[in-house]
T-cell receptor, first 110, second 114 residues
């Protein structure tokens, strides 16, 4: 069974700091990796995706992938209170299905 | 585009009643996914369609659940009879990115079964 593991948190960081969110997955055949943000009471919203080993940057967000270690992370630089949400890691294995982790709750303290 | 549309947004029903959730995917998207989200189990894929055809329904919890997609712009998820343990938020998502697997989620339906 494919599993995606995340620390449930909450992860608390001060405003302006770097928030680091981590995710591990069990299926070595996984090919695509996504980070979704979900505000309380709202639907998941895609913020980053990555396919290749290494780093991918988009504004304040950086996704990091290490397939050998089956590890993907999301860094949020200059964290803002508006970043406070639950972050879901999702992994795809090429069949258009995604397996989601349970999410890490991030709280950015002003 | 208006995004993925779901109705109703909230549903409260009594155990044993039939519940029908509705979804309109983004126009042009050829994949449609039904998810259920609970605190305990997180976001779980129930079933997904490609070009209106069910591809994988292995996530459907039991025979009380059924899903249809009669055309490219409409899908339903039906629970009959409903039970309290079905209480959850049900999301519909659609995609048209064979490479990116980028899924766009609807606002969800919060179902409460008393």
């Amino acid at each position: 069974q494919k599993e995606v593991e995340q620390n449930s948190g909450p992860l608390s960081v001060p405003e302006g700091a770097i928030a680091s969110l981590n995710c591990t997955y069990s299926d070595r055949g996984s090919q695509s990796f996504f980070w979704y943000r979900q505000y309380s009471g709202k639907s998941p919203e895609l913020i980053m995706f990555i396919y290749s080993n290494g780093d991918k940057e988009d504004g304040r967000f950086t996704a990091q992938l290490n397939k050998a270690s089956q590890y993907v992370s999301l860094l949020i630089r200059d964290s803002q209170p508006s970043d406070s949400a639950t972050y879901l890691c999702a992994v795809g294995a090429g069949s258009y299905q995604l397996t989601f982790g349970k999410g890490t709750k991030l709280s950015v303290i002003p | 585009d208006a995004g993925v549309i779901q109705s109703p947004r909230h549903e409260v029903t009594e155990m044993g009643q039939e519940v029908t959730l509705r979804c309109k995917p983004i126009s042009g998207h050829d994949y449609l996914f039904w998810y259920r989200q609970t605190m305990m189990r997180g976001l779980e894929l129930l079933i997904y369609f490609n070009n209106n055809v069910p591809i994988d329904d292995s996530g459907m919890p039991e025979d009380r659940f059924s899903a249809k997609m009669p055309n490219a712009s409409f899908s339903t998820l039906k629970i009959q009879p409903s039970e309290p343990r079905d209480s959850a938020v049900y999301f519909c998502a659609s995609s048209f990115s064979p490479r990116d697997n980028e899924q766009f989620f609807g606002p969800g339906t919060r179902l409460t079964v008393l």
